[in-house]
């Protein structure tokens, strides 16, 4: 049996981009490569807690010793989250598409000879993040959210934490000088209802050492 704060303690993180077809052959994505998620898995799960995690298709593998739920698509990820509730914490450090392909192709589209492109729609995908942090009847105790902006990052995380109904959110700046999004380090501002702490560039499997033991010191005695 595990030992460590976290023993007996069930976490759920999401990780990684979302692929969202266009046609059975290509796909919209994004950077993030599920560095920081896998690091945050493999901390949690190095303090004892049983890991939950569910991955989009990122370039890291996933952790070992932990359960690990592959997805695609953001409603993948929405419904391999709520079938993994209840949690005693979700970290949620997927990069979501915020929209798919609303008239994805069943079959691989092609040019037509006239020299017209095709026109993508898109429908905007589920929050999974502001889901669970306001689900009915499994909220988690602790739901912990990312966000990763190019300006005002602590502007716009503190409007997100509100926004999403999560307790913590981790946010960081992700404009390409910074090299953080598919980089190793990570400089992160932790916000919470009590306030904010920024910590320094660090590693990202530092950065979930911290983050775990700070979610393991919120679990204590809850
Ligand atoms: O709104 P934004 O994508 O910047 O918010 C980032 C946070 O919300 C991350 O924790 C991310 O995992 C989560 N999120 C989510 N579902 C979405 C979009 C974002 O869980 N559809």
Sequence with gaps: LAAGPLAGR?????????????????????RSSGAQGTALAAALRDLGAQVI?????????????????????????????????PADAAVMAAAVADWRVANAA????????????PGLEFAENP????TVSRHPSARPGLV???AAETDEVIAHATAKRL??????????DVRPDTGIMGGSSNAVTIISADGQE???MMG???????????????LDGA
């Design 198 to 200: 920024s910590w320094p």
């Design 127 to 130: 929050d999974i993040l502001a």
């Design 53 to 85: 995690f569910v991955t989009g298709p990122a370039s890291v593998p996933p952790p070992s010793g932990v359960q690990v739920i592959k997805v695609e698509t953001a409603r993948q990820m929405l419904e391999a989250v709520e079938a993994a509730l």
């Design 106 to 117: 069943g079959s691989k589209m092609k040019k037509d000879g006239t020299g017209r492109a």
């Design 10 to 30: 069930r976490v759920l993180v999401t990780s990684g981009p979302t692929h969202e077809p266009i046609d059975p052959v290509r796909y919209i994505a994004n």
């Design 144 to 146: 912990v959210g990312f």
């Design 163 to 172: 926004r999403k109904g999560c307790d913590w959110i981790v946010a960081n």
């Design 204 to 218: 990202k499997d530092e950065v979930a050492r911290r983050l775990a033991d700070r979610i393991a010191g919120a």
